[in-house]
């Protein structure tokens, strides 16, 4: 990862979802990137909706405030962002980079992901133009060739590029959380 050397603007790393829960494999990412990124900050976006999770259950207000809880809990310094409750919808990821980068010229804001959900980034809303105008890092999951996924979007023309982090594997998932506490879902 590229480090600030004091003329840059200030690296600011995202990890988007609707966290139903924020679990531990989320909380390693983040860890991840405060440890391995020097002058860089980090943060959660929390979705109110997630147009691919219609109908998740927890409703926005409280999943919002059991992230802020976590987080708090862990002690780690991660933002908790609840920008997407204020913005128009429906929401996409890169309206919400475009109005932060635009509202906070300060910063640079970068796109934390799982290898799983950086397979699906060209099926997202401006998906491809997302990957041109914003920097990408990709956390390892079991299961995801996350090396083979990010030389094919490094491939396409125009990408900013995309980073594979090299952190330890955590198997876990929000689903299979929510599927061992209420096992008739």
Known sequence: M????????????????????LHEGHLAILKYVLE???DCRAGIVVSPENPFKKGIGVNAASRLE?????VKETGLDIDVLDVEFSLPWP????NTLRYLRDNNPDREYVLVVGADCLAQIPQWHEGLQLLREFEVWAYPRQGS????TAAELDALDGIRGVTVLR?????????????RQNPMS
């Open 91 to 94: 929401l996409y990821t890169i």
């Open 36 to 38: 391995n990124c020097r």
């Open 2 to 21: 590229k480090m600030k050397t004091g003329t840059e603007k200030l690296k600011t790393a995202l990890l988007f979802g609707s966290f139903n829960p």
């Open 167 to 179: 952190g330890e594997l955590h198997n876990i998932s929000s689903t299979e959380i929510r599927n």
């Open 145 to 148: 060739d996350v090396e083979a």
């Open 66 to 70: 059991a992230v802020r809880r976590t």
